[in-house]
């Protein structure tokens, strides 16, 4: 059975969040969501929402069919559509950890799994920056060094401020919307007086390459062993 479950962009945002908010009140070792979005959105950080031409470029955005969202998270704008699949992370690092190094290795846990189902298929995974890739970043997962999955993470306290409690996310593309996804980021930055530009052959789809119809529960799998091995749950 899949793992996936269908929400509007608006509703997976929020169920990340109530997940983190979960977590911090204790219930549960960890929170693992995996949703694919029923309609589109181009999802961007709020501080971008600052802009002064934020509200126009939201306007030509929607007119073009593809309506803005804010996100807690980093990083820049972000096409969510059926073509996408959502995979959320929350958990509390054991405290024998500490804070050193805590952001790398929650990066680390969310992009290991999916690099490990990407070796296993016969693909070429990496983690790494990629030129022209929209949202890049230093914990991008590649798929034959063109990026598949985005990341970020956001912390908070849990309930009376006694650990620190990670959401780390993963957009991974799932089938090769890549043209109409890379027009409309092109579209609000233009509107937005933003510079970046990116490109279409920067990214790959998991489908244009492994048609795998089981490939996500293998990747949910692969994600619950090695959360219930850290944190015992």
């Given at each position: 059975?899949?793992?996936?479950?269908?929400?509007?962009?608006?509703?997976?945002?929020?169920?990340?969040?109530?997940?983190?908010?979960?977590?911090?009140?204790?219930?549960?070792?960890?929170?693992?969501?995996?949703?694919?979005?029923?309609?589109?959105?181009?999802?961007?950080?709020?501080?971008?929402?600052?802009?002064?031409?934020?509200?126009?470029?939201?306007?030509?955005?929607?007119?073009?069919?593809?309506?803005?969202?804010?996100?807690?998270?980093?990083?820049?704008?972000?096409?969510?559509?059926?073509?996408?699949?959502?995979?959320?992370?929350?958990?509390?690092?054991?405290?024998?950890?500490?804070?050193?190094?805590?952001?790398?290795?929650?990066?680390?846990?969310?992009?290991?799994?999916?690099?490990?189902?990407?070796?296993?298929?016969?693909?070429?995974?990496?983690?790494?920056?990629?030129?022209?890739?929209?949202?890049?970043?230093?914990?991008?997962?590649?798929?034959d060094g063109r990026k598949m999955?985005?990341?970020?993470?956001?912390?908070?306290?849990?309930?009376?401020?006694?650990?620190?409690?990670?959401?780390?996310?993963?957009?991974?593309?799932?089938?090769?919307?890549?043209?109409?996804?890379?027009?409309?980021?092109?579209?609000?930055?233009?509107?937005?007086?933003?510079?970046?530009?990116?490109?279409?052959?920067?990214?790959?789809?998991?489908?244009?390459?492994?048609?795998?119809?089981?490939?996500?529960?293998?990747?949910?799998?692969?994600?619950?062993?090695?959360?219930?091995?850290?944190?015992?749950?």
């Amino acid at each position: 059975m899949s793992p996936v479950i269908s929400l509007t962009v608006e509703a997976g945002l929020q169920a990340e969040q109530d997940l983190l908010a979960n977590i911090c009140a204790g219930d549960g070792e960890f929170g693992l969501l995996f949703w694919q979005p029923s309609d589109r959105a181009l999802v961007m950080p709020r501080r971008l929402s600052r802009l002064p031409a934020f509200e126009y470029a939201s306007e030509v955005s929607a007119a073009n069919g593809w309506p803005v969202l804010l996100r807690e998270t980093g990083g820049e704008p972000v096409p969510q559509s059926a073509a996408t699949v959502n995979i959320a992370l929350v958990y509390a690092p054991p405290r024998s950890e500490g804070d050193h190094g805590r952001i790398e290795t929650a990066y680390r846990r969310l992009c290991d799994p999916i690099c490990e189902l990407l070796d296993e298929m016969g693909g070429v995974a990496s983690l790494g920056e990629v030129d022209g890739a929209f949202c890049d970043g230093r914990f991008n997962v590649n798929l034959d060094g063109r990026k598949m999955v985005g990341t970020a993470q956001r912390w908070r306290q849990s309930k009376g401020g006694q650990r620190p409690v990670g959401l780390v996310h993963g957009a991974l593309l799932l089938d090769d919307e890549r043209e109409s996804m890379v027009a409309a980021v092109n579209r609000f930055n233009q509107a937005c007086g933003l510079e970046q530009r990116v490109r279409a052959e920067s990214h790959i789809a998991l489908h244009e390459k492994f048609p795998a119809p089981h490939a996500l529960e293998r990747l949910e799998a692969l994600y619950r062993e090695r959360l219930i091995r850290l944190l015992g749950a």
